[in-house]
């Protein structure tokens, strides 16, 4: 999804809240990508009751996720995982190629405090990237560990080891929203032996000065700056060209569709005698918690016409 421009060549923010942007340094080999989210982190976590701590990494998560989704040409989906021996034992981060999100956190409440750091939060374990493609199956997975202080220092090693490429990430997360900030060195263009080397001294120094701007950006700035105004601000003095942004949305895959397939594969005695002992048999989706309930009623409906209707998949999530 594009929208159109501002004078200024950024998409204008009053036009798309929930938003990844991608920017370049004119004739350097440097590139960038901002992400922010406003309704579509509070739609994700709408059935979910997630700590403070929680929510803050889930929240960093889903938008590492989109970032590295908008590094890539793919037509699929990105997973970000965290797997370890802290407080949280798995995080899960979903990105489409067309910026479709989604995420959920495992976690043991009685292990997070108030003021739980991301160690105390992961502990030691993993960071996976897997990437699925529709094309034959293909799939592509990096590994790195769990490591930095930060998701964002987890991220950068990953870049540094899985992709070659140096990068700095920076994410902040609240109640209200989620952003991320990320530059990298792109690998140069050639040329002349002599002049190749001025224009890759030149690009090292920018993506130095870049890196340097991006240690200073505030938390609160990150989340409430306009996107275009922030980019510029953070890099002045760099010729940034700010492309058009794209809309980010939340989606899990969870339908009442998908519910009412699960329910056909446990049979009609085993569901009538749930709603018989509860009044409603209720099934919760495993990655956005959603409940999706059904009564007497829904049940008769749709055993009644389940000889009409294609079988269900077992899974909500």
Same mark, same amino acid.
């Given at each position: ?22 920017? =370049? ?16 982190? +509070?739609?994700?976590?709408?059935h979910a009751d997630y700590p403070e701590p929680v929510?803050?990494? +889930?929240?960093?998560? =889903? ?31 979903? *990105? ?20 739980? !750091? ?25 590994? =790195? ?29 609240? !109640?209200?929203?989620?952003?991320? +900030? ?37 938390? !609160?700035?990150?989340?409430?700056r306009p996107a275009a105004e922030l980019m510029r ?20 895959? *969870? ?46 409906? +749709? ?15």
């Amino acid at each position: 999804m594009q929208h159109a421009r501002d004078r200024d060549g950024s998409s204008g923010e009053h036009r798309v809240i929930d938003l990844v942007q991608r920017f =370049v340094v004119e004739q350097q080999s440097v590139r960038g990508q901002f992400v922010r989210l406003g309704p579509a982190w +509070l739609a994700l976590r709408e059935h979910a009751d997630y700590p403070e701590p929680v929510r803050r990494l +889930l929240g960093e998560s =889903v938008s590492a996720a989109v970032l590295l989704a908008s590094t890539l040409k793919f037509e699929g989906e990105l997973t970000l995982q965290l797997q370890g021996d802290g407080g949280v034992r798995l995080l899960v981060a979903q *990105c489409t190629h067309d910026f479709r999100v989604r995420g959920v956190a495992r976690f043991d409440r009685e292990r997070i405090t108030d003021d739980a !750091d991301f160690a105390s939060l992961a502990g030691q374990g993993t960071v996976v990237v897997t990437i699925e493609t529709g094309k034959q199956a293909a799939r592509y997975q990096g590994i =790195v560990p769990i490591g930095g202080g930060s998701l964002a220092a987890s991220l950068e090693h990953y870049f540094e080891t899985s992709e070659q490429l140096p990068t700095r990430v920076v994410l902040g997360a609240d !109640d209200f929203g989620t952003a991320g +900030l990320l530059v990298q060195r792109m690998p140069g263009q050639g040329g002349l032996a002599g002049e190749g080397i001025a224009l890759e001294a030149e690009a090292d120094r920018t993506f130095a000065a870049a890196c340097e701007a991006i240690n200073d950006v505030e938390r !609160d700035e990150l989340l409430a700056r306009p996107a275009a105004e922030l980019m510029r601000r953070t890099f002045a003095g760099l010729d940034l060209r700010i492309h058009e942004s794209h809309a980010v949305a939340f989606r899990c895959r *969870c339908s009442a569709e998908r519910v009412e397939g699960m329910l056909r594969s446990l049979g009609v005695d085993e569901v009538e005698s749930i709603v018989a002992e509860r009044g409603q048999v209720t099934v919760t989706c495993e990655f956005c918690h959603k409940p999706w309930g059904f009564d007497a009623v829904d049940v008769s409906r +749709l055993f009644g016409a389940a000889a009409d209707q294609p079988p269900g998949s077992s899974a909500v999530n």
